[in-house]
T-cell receptor, first 112, second 112 residues
Framework: DVKVTQSSRYLVKRTGEKVFLECVQD?????MFWYRQDPGLGLRLIYF???????EKGDIPEGYSVSREKKERFSLILESASTNQTSMYLC???????????FGPGTRLLVL | AQSVTQPDIHITVSEGASLELRCNYS??????LFWYVQSPGQGLQLLLK??????LVQGIKGFEAEFKRSQSSFNLRKPSVHWSDAAEYFC??????????FGAGTTVTVRA
């Protein structure tokens, strides 16, 4: 079974803090994704990585950056957290060329 | 740019009754279409997908969906729902199989 894990289920941070969200997959998938999920808006793609050190902006990259130094790990970075980044963050991975994305359980981030 | 609309925010259905969830999309060509399900506290799981070929596609857990190009729709159906089908359902569309736009989701409640 594919397993996608996210470092925290719940996180509380202060405005202005630098925040790291970590995602690890154990199936040697080339592609990894970060989404945020907000009520009434569904999922929105923040960043996509198609391989190690390769990244592409999604629909809402502003205020975020990513890092993919190793194939199994994809980090989402909030350089200076703001209250409008309070959300559920979902990580996903997939094998390149195979349509199915496998999702992690999500990290619920609260920025105070 | 593509977009997807799920007109129903919340649907309540009796156990054993049929279920239909609506999805309408906007895209110039034939898109890649997906339905995902998110059970409480779980990550998203792919139910089914459509790229080409037979417009009626079968998925997991007894779900099916029909692509109707003339109506720009990809509605999800299940003939007889089970209590375990209570979840949030997301329709997704994209020009390819990785840059997806997700709908806002439909929450399904199953009553005994």
């Amino acid at each position: 079974d594919v397993k996608v894990t996210q470092s925290s289920r719940y996180l509380v941070k202060r405005t202005g803090e630098k925040v790291f969200l970590e995602c690890v997959q154990d199936m040697d998938h080339e592609n990894m994704f970060w989404y945020r999920q907000d009520p009434g808006l569904g999922l929105r793609l923040i960043y996509f990585s198609y391989d190690v050190k390769m990244k592409e902006k999604g629909d809402i990259p502003e205020g975020y950056s990513v890092s993919r130094e190793k194939k199994e790990r994809f980090s989402l970075i909030l350089e200076s957290a703001s209250t409008n980044q309070t959300s559920m963050y979902l990580c996903a991975s997939r094998l390149a060329g195979v349509e199915t994305q496998y999702f992690g359980p999500g990290t619920r981030l609260l920025v105070l | 740019a593509q977009s997807v609309t799920q007109p129903d925010i919340h649907i309540t259905v009796s156990e054993g009754a049929s279920l239909e969830l609506r999805c309408n999309y906007s895209y110039g060509a034939t898109p890649y279409l997906f339905w995902y399900v998110q059970s409480p506290g779980q990550g998203l799981q792919l139910l089914l997908k459509y790229f080409s070929g037979d417009t009626l596609v079968q998925g997991i857990k007894g779900f099916e969906a029909e692509f109707k190009r003339s109506q720009s729709s990809f509605n999800l159906r299940k003939p007889s729902v089970h209590w375990s089908d209570a979840a949030e359902y997301f329709c997704a569309v994209g020009p390819n199989d990785y840059k997806l736009s997700f709908g806002a989701g439909t929450t399904v409640t199953v009553r005994a």
